[in-house]
């Protein structure tokens, strides 16, 4: 079949605005969006720019605007979008090239959580247990690949980009709620700020987003009470 890709364009250092270009690929219905636009960089525009690493879900480099909504381009399949689709970068971050946004304030916000093991007890000799529940407990947030199309589906994002955002509580929460972790406090109170948890509200946009099923929103309520009744 033959699909129409209306992407948009934006090249800071030498257009004054963002455009929409078409591009016409053959391709199946089991193909994805990165298939095709693999196709048009090889074939049809060597100048336009995205990024992909895995093609395969797992590292979540390849984040877009498709069809209106946030998705993989390596996941999102012609079978469910139709034969004429649209694709934009990810909201709320700066463009530097076409599909490519600037992905280092969604890090800062992610490192500003401290998204690691905190533990300053003498290490056992094989490894600090826990068990099954302890494990389940932070299981869903686990499963995050960074991929941002929470952060940037949430409106609270669009307007305020000193937001922390979905992501960077998602990853906070994954330590929040490890038995063997000591810092959850210390998490808490970075959330407990102005940029924290309490900008979120309740659209769900990130939990629809989510290209891993991750409850988002469910994992940012569970901090928010963690915060009001210090329920760790
Ligand atoms: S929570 Fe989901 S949407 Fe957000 S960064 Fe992680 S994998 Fe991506
Ligand atoms: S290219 Fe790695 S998640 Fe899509």
Known sequence: MKVKLRIKRFN???????????????????????????????????????????????CGSDAMLINGKNRLACKALFADLGDYVTVEPLRGLPVLKDLIVDMEPFFAAYRAV?????????????????????????????????????????????????????????????????????????RLDILASRDGVWRCRTIFNCTDACPRGIQVTKAIEEVKRAIMYAKV
Do not use: M
């Open 12 to 58: 800071p250092q030498k257009d004054r605005k963002p455009y929409w270009q078409e591009f016409e690929v053959e391709a199946e219905k089991t193909d994805r969006v990165l298939d095709a636009l693999h196709q048009i960089r090889w074939y049809q525009d060597g100048t336009l720019g995205f990024r992909r690493s895995c093609a395969h879900g797992i």
């Open 114 to 186: 401290k998204p690691y093991l905190i533990n300053n007890d003498q290490p056992p000799l094989k490894e600090r247990l826990q068990s099954p529940e302890e494990r389940a407990r932070f299981d869903d947030t686990t499963k995050c690949i960074l991929c941002a199309a929470c952060t940037t589906s949430c409106p609270s994002f669009w307007v305020n980009r000193d937001y922390l955002g979905p992501a960077a509580i998602v990853n906070a929460h994954r330590f929040i709620f490890d038995s063997r972790d000591q810092a959850a406090e210390e």
